[in-house]
């Protein structure tokens, strides 16, 4: 697209320089220049931020690798991308509901409740969680928009439903970072419990993933805890 667009200037500026008066003729041409050099330099920087998420995630993917063993197939990374260090909200929702589906629960999409990104059901139960996704490069902020959604989700529910937020925080840090940093701001904390929403970060969601592949949990057995859980931030201590 930049590549295309630098050409149509030049394009113009040649176009400029034959067609306009001799003022216009100089000065066009040389805004075009300067236009095309500072698209140039978006496009290089452009290129160099790609690169380095590239490398970012190949270093995290490949620790990622060594520590299972061969337990996961290459398919799951690509998974494992796009829930940990998703690029778009799009790719996060896909890979959380995909992840449940290979788990066994059974995910449909929220159309009928309009607030909502996906239902979730636990087979062999009648607990259903309306799922509200979001990602951020930070903390989750207590004026994040999910937030509302996943409000108006609570406030219209039906019995045995909950509200379930998943949430893929500091997507731009490894992993090793995140450990160190909270999920969400003391207000996003005061707005869940007040509310009684349940917060899942994207990164507890891939230890359940991978316990739940290894056999050593009963996943459904940890759904159904987090389903009457008080409110507030579900982590996996005690599991």
């Known amino acids: 697209m930049l590549l295309l667009l630098q050409l149509l200037i030049a394009i113009f500026a040649i176009y400029s320089a034959l067609r306009f008066e001799e003022e216009t003729r100089l000065l066009v041409p040389l805004a075009c220049l300067v236009a095309m050099l500072v698209i140039s330099r978006i496009d290089r920087q452009r290129a160099e931020k790609a690169q380095a998420r590239k490398v970012f995630l190949k270093a995290e993917l490949d620790r990622m690798r060594e520590k299972e063993a061969g337990q996961s197939k290459d398919q799951d990374f690509f998974l494992i991308e796009s829930l940990l260090w998703p690029k778009s909200e799009i790719l996060l929702i896909d890979a959380v509901h995909t992840i449940f589906r290979n788990?066994?629960?059974?995910?449909?999409?929220?159309?009928?409740?309009g607030t909502i990104d996906r239902i979730l059901r636990i087979p062999r139960s009648g607990s259903t969680f309306g799922l509200e996704i979001l990602m951020t490069e930070r903390g989750v902020e207590g004026n994040h928009a999910k937030l509302q959604r996943a409000l108006q989700f609570e406030r219209g529910?039906?019995?045995?439903?909950?509200?379930?937020?998943?949430?893929?925080?500091?997507?731009?840090?490894?992993?090793?970072?995140?450990?160190?940093?909270?999920?969400v701001t003391p207000e996003a904390m005061d707005f869940l419990t007040r509310h009684r929403l349940i917060f899942l970060s994207a990164h507890q969601l891939y230890q359940l993933w991978?316990?739940?592949k290894e056999g050593s949990l009963d996943v459904f057995e940890v759904f159904q805890r987090i389903h009457s859980h008080p409110g507030g931030i579900f982590t996996l201590k005690g599991f």
Do not use: W
């Open 157 to 183: 529910k039906k019995e045995g439903e909950r509200t379930l937020i998943i949430g893929s925080t500091y997507v731009h840090h490894p992993l090793s970072e995140r450990e160190r940093m909270s999920d």
């Open 103 to 113: 788990l066994g629960f059974k995910v449909t999409t929220g159309a009928d409740y």
């Open 210 to 212: 991978q316990r739940a």
